[in-house]
């Protein structure tokens, strides 16, 4: 799996305009080739996403050529893209350790 993370510097929203600005492209999002999951992200220094992709390729297809341009046309900001390999996973909510998505022991 892959993680990227997307900032946009300067994009500060209030909660209700966070929820409404995410619930409102979610649908986009719902529909991507490869997104596992994505969590919004609102803050201080500005707004984003982190996303979980099944592969490289996946995410590659969404952040293309044209991606940045669009981005920083829509906030007024350019974003910036982090890509990190992603092999193992703590789940506490589920109890589980996950390493190249099969389940492992979780160890004492």
């Given at each position: 799996?892959?993680?990227?993370?997307?900032?946009i510097p300067?994009?500060?929203?209030?909660?209700e305009?966070a929820i409404?600005?995410?619930?409102g492209?979610?649908?986009t999002?719902?529909?991507l080739?490869?997104?596992?999951?994505k969590?919004?992200?609102n803050g201080?220094?500005?707004?984003?996403?982190v996303?979980?992709?099944?592969?490289?390729?996946?995410a590659?297809?969404w952040y293309n050529?044209d991606?940045?341009a669009?981005?920083?046309?829509?906030?007024?900001?350019?974003?910036?893209?982090?890509y990190y390999?992603?092999?193992?996973?703590?789940?506490n909510?589920?109890?589980?350790?996950r390493?190249d998505?099969a389940l492992?022991?979780l160890g004492?």
């Amino acid at each position: 799996m892959l993680i990227a993370i997307v900032q946009i510097p300067g994009v500060e929203r209030t909660k209700e305009q966070a929820i409404a600005a995410a619930t409102g492209s979610a649908p986009t999002f719902a529909k991507l080739p490869g997104l596992i999951r994505k969590y919004y992200l609102n803050g201080e220094n500005g707004g984003g996403g982190v996303y979980l992709w099944e592969s490289r390729e996946a995410a590659d297809a969404w952040y293309n050529k044209d991606w940045s341009a669009m981005m920083e046309k829509r906030f007024g900001a350019k974003p910036t893209l982090t890509y990190y390999d992603n092999y193992v996973v703590l789940d506490n909510s589920n109890s589980e350790l996950r390493v190249d998505g099969a389940l492992a022991k979780l160890g004492a």
